[in-house]
């Protein structure tokens, strides 16, 4: 039942079982095991960060794609809802209206620029991904009577989604919209994730690895090589939508700096690295530890500089206002010990 | 000769500012192996991934099986019955063996009956099966590149140079299961510079140099005439 789940794709390494079962319980129980606003917050985007890295690592890992359009359609996804929830009023219907043609217009758009330039090299590819990102952005901003500028979109859900919803309480923690917002992020996750793994591991997933080893080779046996990486980025392009749907959802803001922003594009790219391209399961262990990191290195800095108080220099080597410093570092450190990222590295065995 | 399974009429292929092929004029006979032959750096690769669509010729045509494919895209060829296998050996290496033959047979599912007898031409692919095919060794790697060409019925096989830098016991097993796919009556193309090789699967022998073919004839006739070999090719095959 569970390789099934898995499409038969094993971690191949215990470390590896351990550290992912890990991450599912406490993602699982979160609500549960880690009560507070914040750490339900750092939980539900470690969730949401999973799904939009495991559909990068689709594009990068498994095809050998270079696209920094990735939050262009995280974006166009959390664009959907927003405006659905908007203009036809708060709704599950809007919202699942608004999800379902986010993810078709991302897949559309990755469709379009596929076709028109997935014959290229990979190097113009790339530019041609970032120069309509970076348009798209652009427009998001100027667009300010439909999109709310950069100032964004604030919208209300449906109320079942809501801190104000309650609806018991279960082993002590009472059971609110907020609950239930997350265990929808949660579960839609997971069935992402899920999703991306039986892609990654059915036929076509092997002809997109042929394609990334070997595009002349795929080639010579019959296997049309810019349609395999065009149905790729669709693919790919439609679950980040999704992502983006569910991180609207969650947040119910919608901003450019939210979603659209080229930092979090260089996020993806870096837990993808982190974790280890082209295993899915790297999205997972990338994801988590960056977006725990982004959340507590800074709170944990500011624990470390207060132990450290007496002594010379190291408060101020560990002053809560270094963390990007000390973040840089650790990443810094992790590709150079992990160059096959931390699963290549556990699967390694070494 | 009557019905070749390809033709090559005054192919020029440029790569760069290069002009490689100047006027390829090649037929492949339907059946039998026609061994490509010359000095290195005369074009016989190139006129391999001309023929596959690697390269796009600048002029000429490629008639195969009947079919102008000059400017078919590579998988198309690929589709209409000609496989090829690399000098590099191209196999997939993040993959097991079994998923490189799978993919191979892009046409439909891995015939068992297919598998079962390329087992018997290259035993280590059934012991290696689920391994990693970046593991294998080198004679391992070029076993199932040509198993890879050979997973589906193919009208014409290009081959470039497959037994080079391999072992004795390797080179046989090779030329062992090119003589089983020549038995089968299939049409191959083959690049060798192991004479002993070529003479011994060669029918007919296209001799390349500067960008053309030089001399075409019977394996016999080049493999009887040593003062031809040191003309054409600037050696002799007893020497080899």
Redesign the interface.
């Known amino acids: 039942m569970t390789m099934h789940l898995l499409s038969g794709d094993r971690p191949r390494s215990v470390v590896l079982t351990v550290l992912l079962l890990a991450i599912l319980a406490a993602l699982a129980l979160a609500p549960f095991l880690f009560p507070g606003v914040r750490s339900l917050e750092t939980a539900a985007r470690i969730c949401i960060f999973i799904v939009l890295v495991a559909s990068y690592d689709l594009l990068l890992g498994y095809t050998g794609i270079v696209s920094f359009a990735h939050t262009m359609f995280f974006g166009i996804g959390a664009y959907g809802v927003a405006l659905g929830l908007t203009h036809m009023g708060s709704t599950p219907g809007a919202m699942l209206a608004g999800t379902l043609l986010g993810a078709l217009a991302a897949a559309v758009l990755a469709l379009a620029i596929g076709l028109f330039s997935l014959r290229v090299r990979a190097i113009f590819f790339a530019m041609i991904t970032l120069a309509v990102a970076s348009a798209v952005a652009v427009l998001v901003s100027q667009f300010s009577a439909l999109t709310g500028g950069e100032d964004g979109l604030n919208y209300k859900i449906p109320r079942a989604l809501t801190p104000a919803f309650r609806l018991g309480e279960v082993a002590g923690l009472k059971i609110t919209g907020k609950v239930l917002n997350y265990y929808l992020v949660f579960f839609v996750s997971l069935a992402l994730f899920l999703l991306l793994l039986r892609v990654v591991n059915s036929?076509f997933g092997?002809?997109l690895?042929?394609i990334r080893?070997?595009e002349?080779?795929?080639?010579?046996?019959?296997?049309?090589?810019v349609w395999y990486r065009t149905i790729a980025t669709c693919l790919s392009a439609a679950v980040a939508a999704l992502a983006g749907s569910l991180f609207a959802i969650w947040l119910r803001y919608v901003g450019p700096d939210t979603t659209l922003s080229f930092e979090i594009m260089l996020d993806i790219l870096l837990m993808v690295v982190i974790g280890g391209m082209?295993t899915m399961y790297g999205a997972v262990i990338g994801a988590t530890i960056f977006v725990l990191a982004q959340n507590y290195l800074q709170a944990l800095m500011g624990v470390a500089a207060d132990a450290t108080a007496s002594l010379p220099l190291l408060p101020q080597l560990f002053d809560p206002d270094r963390w990007l410093l000390w973040l840089g570092l650790l990443f810094v450190l992790s590709v150079y010990f992990f160059p096959t990222g931390i699963v290549g590295r556990l699967r390694a065995g070494r | 000769m009557s019905d070749p399974v390809l033709s090559l009429r005054g192919v020029c292929t440029d790569i760069a500012q290069y002009h490689i092929l100047q006027g390829v004029d090649l037929d492949v006979p339907r059946g039998g192996v026609t061994m490509l032959l010359g000095r290195n750096g005369v074009g016989k690769t190139t006129t391999l991934r001309t023929i596959i669509g690697h390269w796009q010729a600048r002029e000429g045509t490629i008639t195969f099986d009947g079919a102008d494919i000059t400017r078919l895209p590579v998988p198309a060829r690929a589709r209409a019955g000609i496989g090829f296998v690399p000098e590099d050996m191209g196999i997939f290496s993040d993959l097991t063996v079994e998923e490189n033959m799978v993919l191979a047979a892009a046409s439909g599912p891995l015939d068992p009956a297919r598998r079962d007898w390329l087992f018997s031409v290259f035993p280590p692919l059934q012991t290696f099966w689920r391994s990693s095919a970046g593991t294998l060794s080198g004679g391992q790697k070029q076993m199932l590149s040509i198993a890879r060409a050979m997973a589906e019925d193919r009208t014409l096989y290009l081959i470039d140079e497959p037994t080079k830098g391999l072992a004795p016991a390797i080179i046989s097993t090779m030329a062992g299961a090119l003589k089983e796919l020549k038995a089968q009556g299939a049409s191959i193309l083959l690049v060798e510079q192991n004479f002993a090789v070529a003479r011994a699967l060669g029918d007919t022998v296209a001799i390349m140099d500067d960008g053309r073919i030089v001399w075409t004839g019977a394996m016999a006739t080049l493999a009887g005439d040593a003062a031809l070999q040191e003309r054409l090719m600037g050696l002799s095959m007893e020497a080899h």
């Open positions: 036929p092997r002809v690895e042929a080893e070997n002349f080779r795929a080639e010579a046996i019959g296997y049309k090589v082209g």
